[in-house]
């Protein structure tokens, strides 16, 4: 089974960027379908984003032209840019992968300030 590591988050002003990175260890992230999701207090938690096996992304319309998802085959990681941050998307961010049951990371905490 995959192990996922996330990192990347911290504190951002409005307007600003950051980049979060998900480590794949015990199997290759290219065997799952990788998914970016955020859960922000007293909220459920909701899926950001997604790459397929076969490369695509996919997108939540709150996030689309802000934040875009990539991969390092060689690094078994997946990132999750995100630039244009606003307060809303304050949130703890897991990185999860899809094969026959869901794997996730620990989370972590993204503070965008006004």
């Known amino acids: 089974q995959v192990q996922l590591v996330e990192s990347g988050g911290g504190l951002v002003q409005a307007g600003g960027s950051l980049r979060l990175s998900c480590a794949a260890s015990g199997s290759r992230f290219s065997r799952y379908t990788m998914g970016w999701y955020r859960q922000a207090p007293g909220k459920q938690r909701e899926l950001v984003g997604s790459l397929t096996r076969a490369g695509a992304t996919n997108y939540a319309d709150s996030v689309k032209g802000r934040f875009t998802i990539s991969k390092d085959y060689a690094e078994n990681t997946v990132y999750l840019q995100m630039n244009s941050l606003k307060p809303e998307d304050t949130a703890v961010y897991y990185c999860?992968?899809?094969?026959?049951?869901?794997?996730w990371g620990q989370g972590t905490q993204v503070t965008v300030s006004s």
């Open positions: 999860a992968a899809w094969g026959g049951m869901i794997y």
